[in-house]
């Protein structure tokens, strides 16, 4: 079969960019430090399981609070996390 010559595509339409600042989206991540890491967890032991506090910056009306999450990856205290969801907790490691 002879090979079709791709069809051209339209110019793209530039983006105008804003300069203002934007109020902070609810779904926008929040972010929380790692204060302490609890433990491994997962059937090969692949999670880590942490304790986080929030911070100011992002979200001032959950600052200081702590959770207990799980997070996938390598990870050590100090670490700041970009979480996506803040009302669930993870189940304490036995």
């Known amino acids: 079969l002879p090979k079709r010559p791709h069809p ?3 110019p ?9 600042i934007a109020p902070m989206d ?14 491994r ?11 986080v506090q929030f911070m ?4 001032p009306e959950l ?3 702590s959770l207990i999450r799980n997070v996938k990856g390598p ?6 996390l970009a979480l996506l969801e803040t009302e669930r907790e993870a189940r304490r490691l036995r």
């Open 56 to 59: 100011y910056e992002t979200s």
């Open 75 to 80: 990870i050590r205290e100090g670490d700041i």
């Open 63 to 65: 600052a200081g609070r």
């Open 8 to 10: 051209a595509r339209p």
């Open 26 to 39: 609810s779904n926008a991540p929040k972010l929380a430090k790692v204060e302490k890491v609890l433990g």
């Open 12 to 20: 793209c339409k530039p983006i105008a960019v804003s300069r203002c």
């Open 41 to 51: 967890t997962g059937s090969r032991g692949g999670v880590i399981q942490v304790r």
